[in-house]
């Protein structure tokens, strides 16, 4: 609830990668108030990112993906963003130094699966760096999982 009043509160003009348009449209129901909120139904690795909005999330869309996919998105996302812009990235991160239960087995899961795997905090500013972005801040959440602010660089 405190993360939707803190969308809410923020995004003028919040851009929502919800997925397949079959997702969206199955679903008929949203997290955020579409008032406030433009919801885009798209691939995001082939469609056209909204130009210039507030805010921009991708929620566990990096884990399974190789670092050249995620370098592909990221950098897709900063041409798009505005110099105002922000991205929150919602994952499970690996923080450098410290071992948690999920993570690991979570890692286990994606190499099996898809050949994916758990990023640490070091391998997010790498791809931020690499992408034109910068991590602002991290924040933890509950399982493990952490919010990271980017912002454009330059």
């Not at 640490?120 to 952490?146: C, F, K, Q, T």
Request: proline letters at 5%; aromatic letters at 4%.
């Amino acid at each position: 609830m405190r993360f939707q009043r803190a969308l809410r509160a923020q995004a003028n003009d919040f851009a929502w990668d919800a997925g397949p348009p079959h997702i969206e449209s199955a679903s008929g129901r949203h997290a955020v108030s579409t008032d406030r909120a433009q919801l885009v139904a798209a691939d995001m690795f082939t469609a056209s990112d909204p130009r210039g909005s507030d805010t921009y999330l991708l929620s566990r869309a990096l884990d399974n993906r190789s670092e050249k996919e995620c370098l592909h998105l990221l950098r897709t996302l900063r041409k798009a963003m505005a110099p105002h812009s922000r991205l929150l990235i919602l994952e499970m991160v690996v923080q450098d130094g410290k071992a948690g239960l999920l993570a690991p087995l979570w890692d286990l899961h994606l190499m099996v699966v898809n050949g994916g795997h758990q990023r640490s905090i070091g391998e997010y500013h790498r791809l931020a760096e690499s992408s034109g972005l910068a991590v602002d801040r991290s924040v933890s959440l509950p399982m493990e999982a952490s919010a990271l602010v980017l912002t454009p660089v330059g």
